[in-house]
């Protein structure tokens, strides 16, 4: 065999926002590790929308920087506007989002990994795997002669390394794909079709043929981008201004401040007009999407603008967004716009919205199609079933989105390096991460349209909410080596300071004069807070109760209790706000109350949620052994033991959350595994 050229631990193939997250976990681990690129001046580069976070967008962000990861610090620091969503709702739904500058973001990306030891960045074409086939260690198995077929040792495909374009080896005990649409990417725009990982660069075809020869299930998705505009030649005053947050709450909680946080800049709201959509009715047979040229699903909650009014023809208007690309450059992104439709019917459609006539277009908007994995391959680890030390993550799982493809990533980068030290992976579970839930549903259900989250996906979601990311998920960042002692130490002081006013709200009991400081400060406070709540009329009813049975009343928000607070814990508020009285707070403190406000008003919920978390792990720790066979269960359909036998379900919880599993199916295979053990300790005995 010829020898290789370079030597690491773990090689990640594509710097999206995937790999990036999977390069950094791993060498911040240890291993040495690898990340190839095939243009390192393009490293992170927002491919789409320069946005990061949104409904459940942002929880998934929050995970990744609870983790250990580094794309909520990068946002804070390149975040040119920042709103936090959803907070006329209640807390589980709240959600950060910040627009970005997209140069500065792929910069400040690229400074950060470069700056990071144990990590090579290499720009070159990823051609195919090197894989070799070894034998399953025997003691995997205790079966006898003449087993079923099922049961016998059997061999393995390792990964080995990588092979390059130009003929070069690498060697690798891990290796993470992280290829987003670039595998087999063919751009469509109008009748015009061409192959491109995205527009401008190359697509990966080599590497999509490889895979395909590992016998790895593959579906072939679809996605889009609006067309870019000059804002110069934007008639703004024709839009409604969509500001920032006078007080951003950051992505990261190692954030104090976000950089931009004096300097924000405005997004504009559009919409489109009747003349909009005869445009679009009268061109839509010239649509790839329409005309048969595309045959790949496309995302089912980010439509195309020929989508939205072919689909909802009762729509008078439909809403876009206008939003800056960065703070040196004039370049529009038009959110809500995704097209694929030829470019002249894209200029005759911008032509119709009020405000945009004159409007030249720097870039038109495209369709992509690529090719993807059938993310049921995977293990919950995210390596995959058939290929032993090959990992992937982000868009070839199917997702869609920076963050979805971040979490993956950094939970790759972590799970091949621990892999590389011979440690016990980390895999999380519904009840602790959106993080979870995502890989969860990919393992368990797979896809045939790009896969994206929402906080409706998550049973538990009161208990997932963005405020405790970092006490959910930090003491596993730490235990896999992700957290420096600094951030751990902070993280435990902030436990204590939660707890601290949680026993203070609990412990003090109301008097008439806190009843009197706290009307004062909702009537100073007004409307400031932007909770949407109205100021208390009359307290003196709550005189003997303790401040916790006071905050539980629905027009009672914590900040109305900070004055009372602030002679309670002055500690607490000296950090950062020294001055009293305390009329404003800042986001910081603001936060810290707000997660202990919800975890006293919403008690009764998160006790009933918490009950019903403890029975869902108990069907999560029945594991169903490596050599169990479905094809032995009497009672079991056909159908099942094939969705079974595909999917290859880890726990009874898993097999519960395939589709068409039914409850008696999973109790068959739950009576079934004492059976199969049996029959295999008499085999053995024999």
Not at 2 to 11: A, G, M, S
Request: aromatic share 6%; charged share 25%; proline share 6%.
């Amino acid at each position: 065999m010829r020898t290789f050229d370079e030597h690491f631990d773990v090689v990640v193939v594509g710097a999206g926002h995937a790999g990036c997250e999977a390069a950094m976990a791993s060498a911040r681990m240890g291993p040495k590790t690898a990340l190839f690129t095939l243009n390192v001046d393009l490293i992170a580069q927002m491919s789409c929308n320069p946005a990061i976070g949104g409904i459940a967008k942002g929880h998934l962000v929050r995970e990744v920087d609870a983790l250990g990861g580094i794309m909520g610090e990068i946002t804070d620091a390149v975040g040119i506007q920042f709103r936090l969503l959803n907070t006329s709702r209640g807390p589980a739904v709240w959600s950060p989002r910040a627009q970005c500058d997209k140069q500065a973001y792929r910069l400040k990306m690229r400074q950060v990994l470069e700056s990071q030891a144990n990590l090579k960045i290499k720009q070159a074409e990823v051609a195919d795997v090197i894989v070799e086939q070894f034998p399953v260690p025997s003691s995997r198995f205790s079966v006898p002669p003449g087993a079923p077929e099922s049961l016998e040792p059997r061999a393995e495909n390792c990964i080995l390394g990588i092979l390059l374009r130009d003929g070069r080896r690498v060697s690798a005990g891990a290796v993470i794909i992280t290829t987003g649409t670039f595998l087999n990417g063919l751009i469509h725009c109008g009748e015009q079709q061409y192959p491109a990982g995205r527009s401008g660069e190359p697509a990966a075809v080599l590497l999509g043929e490889a895979l395909k020869k590992l016998g790895l299930r593959g579906c072939r998705l679809k996605t889009g981008t609006p067309p870019r505009l000059d804002g110069r030649t934007i008639d703004w005053s024709r839009f409604e201004l969509q500001p920032g947050d006078v007080d951003p709450t950051p992505f990261s909680f190692r954030t104090r401040r976000v950089a931009h946080h004096d300097s924000q800049v405005p997004c504009y709201i559009a919409f489109t007009t009747e003349e909009t959509h005869r445009i679009v009715r009268e061109n839509v047979h010239r649509s790839p999407m329409y005309s048969g040229q595309i045959q790949s699903t496309g995302p089912r909650y980010c439509p195309s603008i020929e989508d939205k009014i072919v689909k909802f023809p009762d729509k008078l208007t439909h809403q876009l967004f206008l939003e800056p690309e960065g703070l040196n450059t004039h370049e529009i992104y038009v959110n809500g716009m995704s097209t694929s439709l030829p470019i002249d019917t894209q200029l005759a459609i911008l032509k119709s919205i009020p405000g945009l006539e004159n409007a030249e277009m720097m870039r038109p908007g495209y369709a992509i199609e690529y090719d993807s994995i059938d993310p049921t391959e995977l293990k919950r680890t995210l390596e995959t079933k058939k290929v032993a030390g090959l990992f992937l993550a982000g868009q070839i799982n199917g997702t869609s989105g920076y963050e979805e493809a971040a979490c993956q990533g950094i939970m790759a980068g972590i799970n091949a390096a621990l892999k590389m030290k011979n440690e016990v992976p980390l895999v999380l579970d519904r009840t602790e991460a959106y993080t979870a839930i995502l890989i969860d549903d990919l393992i368990s259900k797979g896809t045939n349209e790009p896969y994206r989250m929402f906080t409706s996906r998550a049973e538990f979601r009161l208990h997932l909410r963005i405020d405790n990311a970092d006490r959910r998920l930090t003491p596993h960042g730490r235990r896999v080596g992700l957290i420096s002692d600094a951030t751990w130490v902070e993280f435990e002081a902030k436990q204590r300071r939660l707890e601290d006013v949680r026993q203070a709200l609990e412990r003090t009991k109301v008097t008439g004069q806190m009843a009197r400081e706290i009307e004062h400060a909702a009537l100073a406070a007004g409307e400031s807070s932007g909770t949407g709540v109205s100021a208390p009329h009359d307290l003196s009813s709550a005189a003997g109760q303790s401040l916790a049975q006071l905050l539980k009343r629905p027009e009672i928000v914590i900040e109305q209790l900070a004055p009372v607070l602030a002679n309670l814990l002055p500690e607490f508020f000296e950090r950062l706000s020294p001055v009293f009285p305390v009329v404003k707070l800042s986001s910081e403190i603001r936060n810290e109350l707000k997660s202990v406000e919800t975890e006293i008003k919403y008690a009764g919920y998160l006790d009933q949620q918490q009950r019903a978390i403890d029975r869902l792990k108990k069907a999560e720790q029945r594991r169903i052994p490596d050599w169990f066979d479905y094809r032995a269960v009497s009672g079991l359909s056909r159908e099942m033991q094939e969705k079974l036998g595909k999917v290859i379900p880890q726990t009874l919880g898993q097999a519960s959350r395939i589709p068409g599993v039914t409850p008696a199916a999973v109790s068959l295979i739950n009576v079934y595994i004492e059976i199969q053990a049996q029959r295999r300790e008499q085999a053995a005995a024999l």
